[in-house]
């Protein structure tokens, strides 16, 4: 099997020692705050021009945009690392639970995460009286370069790899992933899944929330934007679980291909499984933005 060889780049950004200390800034940090701060100045532009919403009046500030972006923060750590524990390996961190906080060994689920960011945005929007939709929105437009720049580190960490293949632009990670596909003689070439996602769940999402928002007028009908990005996201996903290689620990003699419910040789991954809940919450809200009448202002 061929393949192109995996980029020898660190997963380290910047790193230096002080007082025998090893400190080092890991890519993967560093995409997530860059990814927050394009879609903090992204989201800003769209609150800055209050005829692209309904009633020709913006859902909240930028002041309270940044104000919100702490409790968005503190949702996706919490949310994307409970749900890690009790979505992928509950009993291990059941028999474990010291280890929960150990987010430096990795495990984030981007669903939990999601759960985490609603919770934020209904609490931040119910206490400051801010129209929960319009919210909503406006953090769904934010949302594509966070996880664009995020897949991108989860490709240079050598982390959530693909599924072994004979395409040329396979690519042969380090590690476990070149050695473990049965039947091949020498190293494993692997979809870069991770490129995938980023392509889909980031780039090609993100430039059509800008242009329904900023060109198309989707922000006039609140939760529209919500709706596209829920289901533009869930069917990127959803697909692109075909070919990214499942969590070990659902792999097994009689379940090679990993899938969390299965039946007579048919299943779902734990991926797919959870991204049906989403894909049908954002046809849902794009049927329901639609049917309804415009905000007078």
């Known amino acids: 099997m061929t393949g192109i060889p995996f980029p020898d780049i660190s997963p380290e950004a910047v790193s230096f020692t002080v007082f025998g200390f090893h400190l080092a800034l890991r890519w993967y940090a560093l995409a997530y705050i860059v990814g927050i701060l394009i879609g903090w ?8 021009r209050p005829h692209l919403w309904a009633g020709g009046q913006s859902p909240m500030t930028p002041a309270q945009l ?11 750590i919490a949310g994307g690392r409970l749900g890690y524990v009790f979505l992928y390996r509950p009993v291990h961190y059941l028999q474990n639970p010291w280890q929960i906080p150990a987010l430096w060994e990795g495990g984030m689920s981007f669903h939990g995460g999601l759960i985490g960011v609603v919770l934020a945005i209904t609490i931040f929007s119910r206490a400051a009286r801010l129209p929960l939709g319009g ?18 580190a989860n ?27 049965p039947g091949v003689v ?20 993100g430039l059509l929330l800008i242009l329904l928002a900023f060109r198309w007028g989707a922000l006039h009908r609140r939760w529209l934007l919500t709706g596209v990005f829920l289901t533009v996201y869930g069917f990127s996903r959803f697909l692109v679980e075909f070919v990214r290689q499942p969590d070990a620990q659902f792999v097994s003699p009689g379940n090679p291909l990993g899938l969390a419910f299965h039946w007579n040789g048919w299943g779902l991954t734990m991926g797919q499984t959870l991204t049906i809940p989403l894909i049908v919450a954002g046809v849902l809200l794009v049927l329901w933005a639609r049917r309804r009448k415009l905000v007078a202002a």
């Open 41 to 48: 100045r992204v989201s800003v532009a769209a609150l800055k």
């Open 66 to 76: 940044e104000a919100l972006l702490t409790w968005i923060i503190v949702g996706i």
């Open 135 to 152: 919210v909503a929105d406006a953090i769904a437009l934010a949302s594509p370069p966070a996880i664009l720049l995020g897949r991108i």
């Open 155 to 181: 490709f240079i960490n050598a982390e959530l790899w693909g599924r072994p293949t004979s395409l040329p632009w396979g690519v042969i990670f380090p590690g476990e992933a070149a050695q473990d596909c």
């Open 186 to 205: 020498g190293p494993c070439a692997r979809h870069p899944s991770q490129l995938y996602e980023a392509g889909l769940e980031g780039l090609f999402l």
